[in-house]
T-cell receptor, first 113, second 114 residues
Framework: GDSVTQMEGPVTLSEEAFLTINCTYT??????LFWYVQYPGEGLQLLLK?????DKGSNKGFEATYRKETTSFHLEKGSVQVSDSAVYFC????????????FGTGTRLLVSP | DAGVTQSPTHLIKTRGQQVTLRCSPK?????VSWYQQALGQGPQFIFQ???????QRGNFPDRFSGHQYPNYSSELNVNALLLGDSALYLC?????????????FGPGTRLTVL
């Protein structure tokens, strides 16, 4: 079945550092790919998405490119802020059958001043 | 425009009891999905409702059931609660069933089973 693998956390960075969170997936065909963010005590918020190969999703300085050849969708940000501290989830939605999201286990990001 | 809303925010039950969680989707959305998020884990798909019918189900026992009303709001029912049912229950809505449609999540209901 479909699956998503994320790098384990926590990822600990200083403010203004460069962020990469790795995400790879296994799926049949061409899934849509998503990054969601979860702040403490809250639900999930969509951060960005990409729906076809080579698409780049971007939002609030975060970017991720849909790489079909490496089945990856790594999240990047050039300069993190303390307010970016949260748990980040990579997810996919297949293009066959009905549309459930399959999530990775999440990566906690801690940004210190 | 109100987003996805869920009630209650928190709930404490004892083993063997039954619980009902509620969800109102985002305006214009007709598809509702439910997920269970255990502590430190990613959300796991429970089931999805569309046009008042369960359309897809994840790997959850029959103790988990649901309902969707004509106004697209939805309920998740869990019978015979177990300690392992303690989790954050998330509702998500989407405007249709296209592969590219985004699911928007509510804040969740934190269920604690003692």
């Amino acid at each position: 079945g479909d699956s998503v693998t994320q790098m384990e956390g926590p990822v600990t960075l200083s403010e203004e550092a460069f962020l990469t969170i790795n995400c790879t997936y296994t799926a049949t065909g061409y899934p849509s790919l998503f990054w969601y963010v979860q702040y403490p005590g809250e639900g999930l918020q969509l951060l960005l998405k990409a729906t076809k190969a080579d698409d780049k999703g971007s939002n609030k300085g975060f970017e991720a490119t849909y790489r079909k050849e490496t089945t990856s969708f790594h999240l990047e940000k050039g300069s993190v802020q303390v307010s970016d501290s949260a748990v980040y989830f990579c997810a996919l939605k297949g293009n066959t059958g009905f549309q459930k999201l399959v999530f990775g286990t999440g990566t906690r990001l801690l940004v210190s001043p | 425009d109100a987003g996805v809303t869920q009630s209650p925010t928190h709930l404490i039950k004892t083993r063997g009891q039954q619980v009902t969680l509620r969800c109102s989707p985002k305006s214009g959305h007709d598809t509702v999905s439910w997920y269970q998020q255990a502590l430190g884990q990613g959300p796991q798909f429970i089931f999805q409702y569309y046009e008042e019918e369960e359309r897809q189900r994840g790997n959850f026992p029959d103790r988990f059931s649901g309902h969707q009303y004509p106004n697209y709001s939805s309920e998740l029912n869990v019978n015979a609660l177990l300690l392992g049912d303690s989790a954050l229950y998330l509702c998500a809505s989407s405007p249709g069933d296209s592969p590219t449609d985004t699911q928007y999540f509510g804040p969740g209901t934190r269920l604690t089973v003692l």
